[in-house]
């Protein structure tokens, strides 16, 4: 897509700091940094998000995960990595094509925000209408 960013970086239009490429995939330092190491796996042909990313790329980008979390743990020893992706506007997805972050939690850092919820019990009725409506959908 030639005005997506990710597809900018992927093609070196614009700079990034790299930490990882395969045929697939690309990886980079995010620049607004929730955390030191917080690192970006996208895929290199353009999808903006699960619904149109094909299982290959997202098989890819999760095997990507794991060698950059390996790398990651060489590199700053973090408590934990939190993985997150975003789909749609409504969940604050601001760059529109798929995208995962790997976010450390660095040793004795603050506790990332987003990590952070209440557990608040369900209606159990409730969960296993919806649970049973999801299951019959899966194709
Ligand atoms: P979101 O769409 O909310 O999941 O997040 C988009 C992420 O992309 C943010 O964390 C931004 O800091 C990051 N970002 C946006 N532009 C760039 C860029 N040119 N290089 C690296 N990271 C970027
Ligand atoms: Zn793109």
New binding site residues.
């Given amino acids: 897509m030639d005005d997506c ?1 990710f597809c900018k ?1 992927v093609k070196g239009e ?1 700079p ?1 700091i790299k930490v990882y490429e395969d045929e697939r995939v690309f990886a ?1 330092e ?3 940094p929730i955390s030191d190491g917080h690192t ?1 796996i996208i895929p290199k042909a353009h999808a903006e998000n699960i619904w149109e990313i094909s299982e290959e790329d997202l098989a890819a980008i999760h095997i990507a995960s794991k060698k950059i979390a390996v790398a990651i743990k060489k590199a700053i020893n973090p408590d934990g990595i939190a993985c997150l992706q ?1 789909n749609g506007r409504a969940v ?4 529109m094509h798929y ?1 995962f ?1 790997l976010i450390p939690r660095l040793p004795g850092g603050p506790e990332l925000m987003m990590t952070d919820w209440e557990l608040k019990p369900g209606d159990m009725e409730k969960i296993k209408q919806i649970g049973e409506k999801i299951s019959s959908g899966i194709e």
Avoid: A, K, T, Y
């Fill in positions: 960013i970086i614009i990034s980079f995010d620049i607004n970006l975003l604050n997805q601001v760059v995208h972050h």
